[in-house]
């Protein structure tokens, strides 16, 4: 038991960063964060799933992964909560704004980002501009799947910039994002 506990405590901690969909697998449910979204989230949770089973070359767990959803009807909620469906999904940069006042998500994830090692985001244009002007995310810390429009901010806060393609993640981003996880954590 000694040994798992330390070879846990070494792991790097990734934590994984998403928006709700209007696809809910039972809207009138009660169901984790996790399993609770489908649709374009499908892409993120199967990031998740690759990374929380990665092995390192000797075949020990490659890292620790968190995951979370920033939620209209709850704000942030870690993948592992219980979360029933709700009528109304954010879309536009309005609702983004609209709820972060109400729930202080910006604030919240910002704050939460601190203990991680890496962190990444996969969410709209629009709320990730939020965090951009929160600014209270640290220099090297992000990878972030977002619009080119973002490009040379996150190169100056040395965030990782990957163009988002295709829902959310991309199988080539996918890929890199395992690259620089491995890279992190194999050193």
Known sequence: MAQFYTDMKSLKRILIVTNDSTVFKAKNRLLSAFEMFEGRTTEVKNLVARLDTAKTKTGSKLCDVSYG???????????????????????????????????????QVSYLTRPFDKVIFCIP???????????????????????PEFEEECRKRDWVYLERKGARVGSDNADRIEEIIRELCEQ
Do not use: C, H, S
């Open 125 to 147: 244009k629009e709320m990730f501009r939020l965090f951009l002007e929160y600014d209270d995310i640290a220099n090297g810390k992000l990878i972030a799947v977002t619009n």
């Open 69 to 107: 959803v920033i939620t209209t009807q709850y704000g942030f909620v870690p993948g592992n909560y219980m979360v029933t469906g709700y009528d109304k999904v954010m879309e536009t940069k309005e609702d983004y704004i609209e709820v972060n006042e109400k729930r202080n998500y910006v604030e």
